[in-house]
């Protein structure tokens, strides 16, 4: 099966070459935010199918490697990995550039997660007790990892563990640093802005659509039912990522 993508990839780098050159005519290059746990993966593919390899995954690591990863992703056509606005502030602000941010309802980026370890903690380890949803949601609280998507978008720095406690001030220059994107991609309409991103890029061939670039696997997941508390808890944890979202899909459908 990898040898069948090798040789399915490196055909497409070659057909690819007419959405390269045409969308290269429209954007400088592509670069994508991505938010993790947040059907990234679906964006990944499409990239990659339609432009034939020509990006690089951005790394950040506090090592001399990370300079090599930054330079060579400044060769490639398009960019993706767990950076921040600042980031791109810092490595890639250029208004001939094609933006893209993914997203998804706030409390089931905390819901997905949970479930998702859980499950994986009953198979590799089913010895050992796993915490209750009011007990990770604490956890996550207590080192500030709550309302993932202003955190990520405010340019502080403050999307991995730190110090810094969430505020208004942190949501209003997330709010402002929303103007910089092109695109969103929302896991919840994964299937049209699938459809949309194409035209938005000005891609002559959708090669992930031939190739069934289906809508992310998340896009209709449900959840098991939480105690009032663990909501209580769950809406203080997203309680400015909700009003940041619902301003997103305000924008049109994956505009």
Do not use: W
Not at 199 to 227: C, D, E, R, V, W
């Amino acid at each position: 099966m990898d040898i069948i993508k090798k040789i399915i990839f490196s055909i497409l780098k070659y057909i690819s070459v007419i959405n390269y050159y045409f969308v290269k005519k429209k954007f400088k290059k592509i670069v994508f935010l991505h938010i993790p746990h947040c059907g990234g993966n679906t964006i990944h593919r499409f990239l990659k199918v339609n432009f034939g390899l020509r990006g690089k995954k951005i790394i950040i690591k506090n090592t001399k490697k990370e300079i090599e990863i930054l330079e060579d992703g400044k060769t490639h056509f398009y960019n993706f990995g767990h950076f921040g606005y600042d980031y791109i502030k810092k490595n890639f602000d250029d208004k001939s550039f094609f933006y893209i941010l993914n997203t998804r309802n706030p409390k089931n980026f905390y819901l997905s997660n949970y479930f998702r370890d859980k499950k994986y903690h009953r198979i590799y380890d089913p010895q050992s007790e796993f915490p209750t949803f009011e007990e990770y949601l604490r956890n996550n609280l207590k080192i500030n990892k709550d309302n993932i998507l202003c955190r990520y978008l405010s340019g502080d720095s403050i999307y991995q563990q730190n110090s810094i406690k969430m505020n208004n001030q942190i949501f209003e220059q997330a709010l402002k640093n929303l103007n910089h994107f092109n695109f969103f991609f929302i896991v919840e309409k994964s299937k049209e802005c699938l459809n949309l991103l194409p035209k938005k890029l000005g891609i002559t061939i959708n090669f992930a659509s031939i190739l069934k670039n289906h809508a992310n696997k998340h896009s209709n997941s449900q959840y098991p039912s939480i105690s009032n508390i663990e909501s209580e808890l769950l809406e203080t944890m997203v309680y400015y990522d909700n009003k940041l979202y619902e301003i997103i899909l305000k924008k049109k459908i994956c505009s």
